[in-house]
């Protein structure tokens, strides 16, 4: 059997372990899964008259249905990591990554098995969100269907490259416990980026902390292909934080992962 085969074999093998995971233990999916759901009905039935006026134009509900649902998308696959971060550190502290290191399989599949997992339950998450966001009035009947393929493409990068960082969170974390704490930014940032209210609307002295982290030009990037705003250096903006997050993911998980257990 070639390198690649068995790479392939091992990180199904991997890929399932992790899905069986999830199914067996929903509560992890269905706490990050609630938190998007929760503020997309909390901003557009309880602060959507008031947060309409920060978009300005005289925008309605409907118009803020229109500008919130993209940044509550890129909210849920922020969301999505925090629990494979989870799930990784209780594989350490259970002792199973130490046995997976001593078997002779694909050292690469043990993190290829949680990020794909991860990446497809953030799939699904979105999807969910996207039905009630649909439901109470979310439309998008500008977009392509080339631009709907790049939404998806856009989602599952940006997915893909905080997976890494949550990966390797949860390796270097002691504890399930640290894990759920070091994994905070990833719930954290969605919030103080501009998916409530456009950057402009927020005070001078937070505007940079709110433009210069990645999640501010994603949802901007979405926002520009599923309702036809300008797009600008957005989206080659996002592709850069998304490759170097995937990077830096990688090569830290991959050094953990071979690091020997003390």
């Keep these: 059997m070639s390198a690649l085969s068995l790479a392939v074999r091992d990180s199904h093998t991997m890929l399932r372990r992790n899905l069986l995971h999830a199914r067996r233990y929903p509560s992890l999916t269905l706490n990050v899964l609630l938190m998007p ?3 997309l009905l909390l901003f557009v039935y309880v602060f959507g008259d008031v947060m309409s006026a920060g978009i300005g134009g005289g925008a309605d509900r409907s118009d803020y249905i229109a500008y919130l649902v993209p940044g509550i998308l890129l909210m849920t696959i922020g969301g999505t990591p925090a629990g494979t971060a989870v799930s990784v550190s209780m594989d350490m502290a259970e002792g199973i990554i130490a046995r997976f290191r ?3 399989i694909h050292r690469g599949s043990v993190l290829i098995g949680h990020v794909v997992g991860s990446v497809l339950q953030a799939v699904v998450s979105v999807v969910l969100v996207g039905s009630v966001a649909v439901a109470i009035g979310f ?33 270097a974390s002691p504890n399930p416990e640290a894990a759920s704490n070091n994994a905070l930014p990833l719930i954290v940032l969605p919030l103080i980026s501009s998916a409530f209210v456009p950057i402009d609307a927020m005070p001078g002295w937070f505007q940079p902390i709110a433009e210069y982290q990645p999640f501010t030009p994603a949802i901007e990037t979405l926002r520009g292909l599923l309702l036809g705003s300008e797009i600008g250096d957005n989206g080659w903006i996002t592709i850069v934080w998304c490759l170097g997050l995937s990077a830096l993911g990688y090569l830290w998980s991959a050094s953990l992962f071979k690091r020997d257990p003390k």
């Design 37 to 39: 759901v929760v503020l």
């Design 102 to 104: 001593t078997l002779a």
């Design 139 to 171: 439309r998008s009947t500008d977009a392509t269907a080339v631009e709907w393929l790049a939404a998806f493409g856009l989602l599952t990068l940006v997915a893909t490259a905080f997976t890494w960082i949550a990966v390797g969170t949860g390796m």
